[in-house]
């Protein structure tokens, strides 16, 4: 159909050449029709033309150009993180989780804000927090200070199939790892130099890696490195004004100096991190740390053996999320009989939350200790 129909387009084109040199028509009259014929044509060919197809008529050769357009842009569609949705040479890189330290001393981090993930928690009731940061795209060359694991990360870790980097840990959170139930690499044993200390630095707080380090670790340790995550949704709509111009401000009351706050940056369409009072800062880079989407799961949580906190990350809770300047409110659930499930961020109706495109950062926390200007 097609076929023919810029058969005969480049039939009348020509009989319009040859009405404007007889001068059998007005030439501004010929010229509009002439000019009418070349944009049906290409609404035609903007419909029917399939990538790498090409046509000639009119003297001249149009090429699919639309359709390869299309194939190249659904190509760097799919090169993306799984879980920013940010497009990067690393997309299809298996995850690195990294256990952080929240300890002042250890301020500011290094690489916190190549993240493509982090998720934050109390691992002492109404104290301390430790930290997991995700690594996809990101590749920084100095990650730390790297601390000990507990075992409420574990399952966290394990549903995004990433290999979990950490400096020891709890006997709750060693022991399951000692079974064999994840890939990780452990600071203790130092599998391949993964791991190096700074003079500079008093211990414990002086262990760092980075993330070419960790992945020949785990090229040699024989873990897989593709990645089999399936992914969050994102969206491709562009900043929103949920709250009349009034840009939002989000508390996570973690005890001090432990406690987060966030603000919305309507130029940058994020939200900037601040902990202690004070810009989370990477040392890597100087810069603060910023979030397109913060993800606030409400868990409940108890003392154990009077040094650790016992966290529900499994099962289901209420959840609210805040990218774009608006605020979701919904509710979170992961299957507790299968640690290695997905982790769901689910909306008022069910379904899967469409994240802004950018760095997610999950705050868990008790019901109560949370707070907005919304």
């Not at 993964?194 to 262990?207: D, E, M, Q, S, V």
Request: hydrophobic share 35%; net charge neutral.
């Amino acid at each position: 159909m097609a076929k023919n129909f810029l058969v005969q387009i480049k039939k009348n084109l020509g009989k319009i050449r040859l009405y404007l040199r007889k001068k059998k028509y007005r030439k501004t009259a010929a010229i509009t029709v002439y000019f009418l014929t070349i944009a049906l044509a290409a609404l035609v060919l903007a419909i029917y033309i399939r990538p790498g197809r090409s046509f000639t008529f009119a003297g001249g050769k149009i090429m699919g150009m639309l359709g390869e357009n299309n194939q190249q842009a659904e190509q760097e569609n799919k090169n993306v993180s799984p879980i920013s949705g940010l497009a990067c040479d690393n997309y299809n890189r298996r995850p690195i989780a990294v256990m952080l330290s929240s300890d002042t001393v250890t301020r500011p981090l290094s690489g916190l804000s190549e993240a493509d993930m982090v998720f934050e928690m109390q691992v002492v009731q109404n104290s301390i927090t430790r930290i997991v940061a995700i690594f996809v795209c990101g590749s920084p060359a100095e990650v730390g200070s790297i601390r000990s694991s507990r075992d409420d990360f574990i399952p966290l870790v394990m549903g995004l199939d990433a290999i979990y980097a950490h400096w020891g840990g709890s006997h709750f959170a060693l022991d399951k790892l000692r079974s064999g139930i994840m890939d990780n690499i452990d600071a203790l044993i130092n599998p391949y130099n993964a791991y190096f200390r700074k003079n500079t630095i008093l211990a414990p707080h002086n262990g760092f890696t980075s993330i070419s380090r960790l992945e020949n670790s785990a090229e040699k340790l024989g873990y897989d490195l593709a990645g089999n995550f399936d992914g969050y949704p994102h969206s491709d709509v562009g900043q929103q004004d949920g709250n009349n111009g009034q840009n939002q401000k989000i508390k996570i009351n973690y005890t001090y100096p432990w406690n987060v706050d966030w603000t919305y940056n309507e130029a940058r369409n994020s939200y900037l991190r601040n902990r202690g009072g004070k810009p989370e800062i990477d040392k890597n880079n100087n810069q603060q740390v910023e979030a397109s989407v913060v993800a606030v799961m409400l868990a409940k949580s108890r003392p154990l053996e009077g040094q650790y906190n016992d966290v529900d990350v499994e099962g289901s809770g209420d959840l609210i999320v805040y990218q774009n300047n608006e605020e979701i409110k919904g509710t979170w659930k992961k299957d507790a009989s299968d640690m290695a499930s997905k982790l769901y961020f689910l909306d008022a109706s069910g379904q899967e939350i469409k994240f802004a495109p950018g760095h997610i950062w999950v705050e868990i926390v008790e019901e109560g200790k949370v707070a907005s200007n919304n």
